[in-house]
């Protein structure tokens, strides 16, 4: 309601659909951002209604994708937004607007994960934790995609059976649902020893067995296996920020050659220097998105039932994304 004038570099966009994701109220208040009233919904797909005068990417009647940016006032959960010109990029037309506002964020993380952290490549072999999850799809299907052979773990016989259907299935599949199956071990038999190149983390246990409550977390790797299964030059992709590393951990990563790679997925809204990068990995996955990807979405939500959704993926409850249809 009341929307400001379109400014200079703004584009007034009609939203089509709208994908729900996890707030990180703890990053928005360690840089400044937190807010009494927190706007919901930042991946956007829909029509260009009026662009302002010094907007060159995009004229009226063009379709758009895009993520409006940390500290934006506006939800996505709008019929129509004021968005700047550098956080979209056009949407082909084969691609459907409920899967290109429910593919971008997960298509961004497996970018920054997979090439700019970690520069994947055919014959290197990648595992990716928790495979059946929005991200992890994703992230698998990239991995193949640029020839690399993809090793996943699976947290119930639904995950694992999901995997092995998957247009192009996973080299193996680790069923760790029953806490009997060691990752380490599998992993280092797939690879005759060696030892896989990149490691996605979906989380890791960071303290012993005893000292762990919630039962998701029964079902994540501790460190340990993860710097045991890592070969010579890896690349660990961790998506934990409070992953503390002891010496012993850290002279094992030495003698591996080994790095580690924090995976923080807005870092790109949170340096301007970096937007060219950004907007060519936004193009990236959406160009992808429909021809090479089979994207983990549940069906189209209505608006009234948006509510109920996010309470959902605020708790972590979703296995898979979200996604309002206006």
Not at 170 to 185: L, M
Not at 271 to 297: A, D, F, H, R, W
Request: proline residues 5%; negative net charge; charged residues 25%.
């Amino acid at each position: 309601e009341n929307l400001p004038p379109t400014g200079d570099n703004d584009v007034k966009v009609q939203v089509r659909a709208c994908a729900l994701s996890w707030i990180d109220t703890k990053l928005l208040s360690e840089i400044k951002l937190e807010k009494d009233l927190l706007p919901v919904g930042r991946e956007i797909s829909g029509v260009v209604l009026e662009v302002g005068r010094k907007v060159t990417f995009f004229q009226p009647d063009d379709e758009v994708v895009g993520i409006l940016p940390l500290d934006s006032e506006e939800s996505g959960l709008c019929d129509v937004v004021l968005v700047h010109e550098h956080y979209l990029v056009r949407k082909p037309e084969k691609v459907c607007w409920v899967e290109a506002a429910g593919t971008v964020r997960d298509g961004v993380r497996a970018y920054t994960a997979l090439h700019y952290l970690s520069h994947v490549s055919p014959g290197k072999t990648v595992l990716v934790m928790d495979g059946a999850s929005p991200f992890g799809t994703i992230a698998i299907q990239l991995a193949q995609h640029r020839g690399a052979k993809v090793i996943s773990t699976a947290y119930s016989l639904e995950d694992k059976q999901y995997l092995e259907r998957l247009r192009l299935p996973v080299a193996r599949v680790v069923d760790v649902s029953n806490g009997k199956i060691d990752v380490a071990e599998s992993c280092l038999e797939e690879t005759g020893g060696l030892g896989v190149d990149i490691v996605i983390d979906a989380g890791v246990k960071l303290y012993s067995a005893e000292d762990e409550s919630a039962s998701k977390s029964q079902l994540l790797p501790h460190k340990h296996d993860i710097i045991t299964l890592l070969g010579v030059g890896g690349h660990w992709i961790t998506t934990e920020k409070n992953l503390q590393l002891d010496p012993p951990d850290s002279h094992s990563l030495f003698l591996k050659g080994a790095t580690v790679s924090f995976l923080n997925d807005e870092i790109w809204n949170l340096s301007n220097v970096q937007q060219g990068k950004y907007l060519y990995i936004l193009l990236m996955v959406i160009l992808n998105t429909g021809c090479k990807y089979e994207p983990q979405l549940d069906e189209p939500i209505p608006l009234y039932e948006a509510k109920v959704s996010m309470e959902i993926v605020q708790k972590n409850k979703a296995r898979k994304r979200q996604v309002i249809q206006f």
